[in-house]
């Protein structure tokens, strides 16, 4: 079930607001949250769901045995069957085809290719189940020993399938103790409705020109329309994200919960180390802290610094997907930030040159997102389009793309551009209490009409994937 979906807007949030808060304690409320969480998962993946309970279970035995006994080979247990059982659902079969090149070196026969589906979520909720247990492994007395309510924790439903990562000392006080309130579901209405128009007014417009410029022959368009595929999906992939951890968030604060914020404001980054404090907070904040600082983090020499760097880049690469390509662009990212620092580029005080490194940096991005989308061979061959180094573009072709884009794309990757940055926040403005009134009362309009136009285009039937749900 998607959240930018008629189903979950028109009827299953709203039964599950009405039910939480008729029911007035804490136990039973937080029994319907995980309920409905159960539920909402059941949906779309029914065969998984005893998995993901079953995953609950021994994280509770195993958090359990942790707290009485904080032994390094308990956590490293726990840790390595949760490890395993994404191993098998998400790598085994791309385990199994680099198997297969290296013993064809040897002439031995080649083992089974075994591909199971993947459960949706599987990595975001295997990751919460670690902080789990590192939390409760340093701290013991975090230990939940209500089953229920670290099945809550982990599975849900705002952030259960695509995130923002929730570590358990963040969050494990407002499981038993945390307060409702009017303006609380205020606004996390607001923060929803805001996600929702990023995800169905912008990341969908985007995916629908790059999705198609890339579903032709890449010998038959040029370098533009290379270029406007590589901008729409750099938007395609922020907006789309960033628009699913605004609901998320959102739906949490309705409930209470307060999540940390994922995104701030990525592509307005000064270098690659900036850009990385400010995408996937979540999933960056959770490598830096469990891995690596553990393996010394800056604390060593250059050049352990850099290994270190460049684990944390190849876990964060292979995290996103199965493939040579999400390795690469990990380990690029890696290279990119260890030249940086190394250099001091990150550290340019000339005003100019700031600046100048700052358009280089998102340039980078968006090459880097090419590779990402596309695999590891097309994403060179549209490098090489894209730097006017390709012998395969045509004339008749370089104008390909005017047949896949019209005006509204234009409009919306106008919208798209002004706000990936945050150029509003120097803007301070004292109003006096009439406008101020006024202001409230148009920002409340503009949000019902965004929401308005979002459910128009779902009801229409609308391009509506989501990028993150196959992680």
Request: hydrophobic share 55%.
């Given at each position: 079930m998607l959240f930018s979906?008629?189903?979950?807007?028109?009827?299953?949030l709203p039964i599950v607001i009405a039910l939480y808060f008729i029911v007035p304690q804490r136990t039973f409320r937080n029994a319907i949250l995980l309920i409905a969480s159960l539920l909402f998962y059941m949906w779309g993946e029914p065969r998984f769901v005893f998995l993901m309970v079953a995953s609950v279970l021994f994280n509770y035995a195993m958090g359990l045995l942790i707290a009485n006994r904080p032994q390094k080979k308990w956590l490293a247990l726990a840790v390595a069957v949760d490890i395993g059982i994404l191993f098998i659902f998400k790598y085994l079969g791309f385990s199994c085809i680099i198997l297969n090149h290296l013993i064809s070196f040897l002439h031995l026969n080649q083992v089974a290719v075994v591909n199971f589906a993947l459960p949706i979520g599987i990595s975001f909720y295997t990751f919460q189940q670690i902080t789990y247990l590192v939390d409760v492994y340093r701290n013991p007395q975090l230990v939940q020993r209500n089953v229920l309510n670290l099945g809550l924790y982990i599975v849900f439903f705002p952030q259960l399938i695509a995130g923002p990562i929730v570590r358990y000392h963040d969050i494990s006080q407002q499981i038993t103790d945390r307060r409702e309130s009017l303006d609380g579901v205020c606004q996390g209405f607001q923060r929803f409705i805001i996600g929702l128009a990023k995800k169905v007014l912008i990341a969908n417009n985007m995916a629908l020109v790059c999705d198609t410029i890339y579903a032709a022959d890449f010998m038959s368009y040029g370098a533009s329309a290379a270029w406007?595929?590589?901008?729409?999906?750099?938007?395609q992939i922020f907006y789309d994200f960033s628009g699913y951890s605004d609901m998320a968030i959102g739906l949490a604060k309705i409930f209470g919960f307060?999540?940390?914020?994922?995104?701030?404001?990525?592509?307005?980054?000064?270098?690659?180390?900036?850009?990385?404090?400010?995408w996937h907070i979540s999933l960056t904040s959770f490598f830096r802290d469990y891995v690596y600082i553990p393996l010394g983090g800056n604390r060593c020499s250059a050049r352990r610094t850099a290994l270190n760097r460049g684990a944390v880049f190849f876990l964060t690469g292979l995290w996103h997907g199965a493939a040579f390509n999400f390795i690469l662009w990990g380990l690029l990212h890696g290279a990119a930030m260890t030249i940086e620092r190394s250099l001091?580029?990150?550290?340019?005080?000339?005003?100019?040159?700031?600046?100048?490194?700052?358009i280089f940096t998102l340039l980078v991005i968006v090459m880097l997102w090419v590779l990402f989308r596309n695999g590891t061979i097309d994403g060179l061959h549209l490098w090489q389009k894209?730097?006017?180094?390709s012998g395969l573009q045509s004339g008749a072709g370089t104008n390909l793309w005017l047949f896949f884009v019209d005006c509204k794309f234009y409009i919306v990757l106008a919208?798209?551009?002004?706000?990936?940055?945050?150029?509003?926040?120097?803007?301070?403005?004292?109003?006096?209490?009439?406008?101020?009134?006024?202001?409230s009362a148009l920002k409340a309009a503009t949000l019902i009409f965004l929401l308005l136009l979002c459910l128009a285009n779902l009801a229409n039937g609308t391009y509506n994937p989501f990028i993150y749900f196959r992680f």
């Open positions: 979906s008629i189903t979950f807007i028109g009827f299953f406007i595929a590589a901008i729409a999906y750099t938007l307060n999540l940390l914020e994922n995104f701030n404001y990525p592509y307005a980054a000064s270098s690659i180390t900036d850009f990385w404090r400010r001091k580029l990150n550290e340019i005080r000339n005003f100019v040159g700031r600046q100048m490194y700052r894209m730097l006017g180094f919208v798209a551009l002004i706000f990936a940055f945050p150029w509003w926040r120097g803007i301070k403005l004292n109003l006096s209490p009439a406008l101020s009134g006024f202001a």
